[in-house]
């Protein structure tokens, strides 16, 4: 049985991640900051649930423990927790998007490894975005283009930076960075933009399951890599 531990996975592309996992046959953990929100997501799709706020280092620690007692590894990690941090550009809000879109990866990350390198097949995703990507935001073709998201921007491209130089690092696991699709979400809510979550899902589901031989160290969307 392959363990999957996702984090933000009570609602949204976490939770229609979590769903799809479950029907290929994965024990899923949903990580959620919410204990009764988390709950019910689990018990809604017959998963198993951590307390997990991915901006806070004790919170992290025990959600990690809780899963090396019960499985004694980790096989998929997928950093899915996110703010957009929209509205008003200042330091709280700055640090509260970085907090959660970048430092929080490295908090769960760094929990998780020990469980990671005791898997035949170690895995990690990282949900970013293409509105991270230099090339994307740059190009007029694109919606990134005029996306007013500086902070969602800013700390997405080190989410993605993030993903590289730990797949630089630890090159027996796969880490990789996913774009999922414009999806509706309470995200995207405001813009009132985004297909089904259950869609942009599937494209880390596709990341969530490579082979072992399968790529590390990239941004893809659901049609493949992407320059950033």
Do not use: C
């Not at 942009?200 to 399968?214: F, H, K, N, Y």
């Amino acid at each position: 049985m392959t363990v999957t531990l996702i984090t933000g996975a009570n609602k949204g592309i976490g939770f229609e991640t979590a769903k799809q996992l479950l029907a290929l046959g994965h024990v899923v953990y949903i990580g959620a900051r919410d204990v009764e929100r988390g709950e019910k997501a689990a018990a809604e799709l017959g998963a198993r649930f951590v307390q997990l706020d991915v901006t806070d280092d004790a919170s992290v620690s025990r959600a990690l423990a809780a899963v090396d007692a019960a499985e004694g590894r980790l096989d998929v990690l997928v950093n899915n927790a996110g703010v957009l941090g929209a509205g008003a550009i200042d330091g709280p809000t700055a640090l509260r998007a970085f907090d959660t879109n970048a430092v929080g990866i490295v908090r769960v990350t760094e929990a998780s490894l020990p469980l990671l390198r005791r898997s035949s097949n170690p895995t990690v995703v990282n949900v970013s975005s293409s509105a991270g990507s230099f090339w994307a935001v740059t190009n007029p073709d694109r919606p990134e283009f005029g996306l007013p998201l500086a902070l969602y921007s800013a700390s997405k491209a080190a989410a993605t930076m993030l993903t590289v130089q730990y797949a630089k690092s630890e090159p027996g696991i796969k880490f990789n960075a996913v774009e999922p699709g414009t999806t509706a979400t309470d995200m995207t809510a405001a813009f009132g933009i985004g297909r089904k979550p259950e869609e942009s899902a599937g494209v880390v589901v596709r990341l969530a399951t490579l082979d072992a031989d399968g790529p590390t160290g990239t941004l893809q969307d659901e049609n493949g890599e992407l320059p950033w």
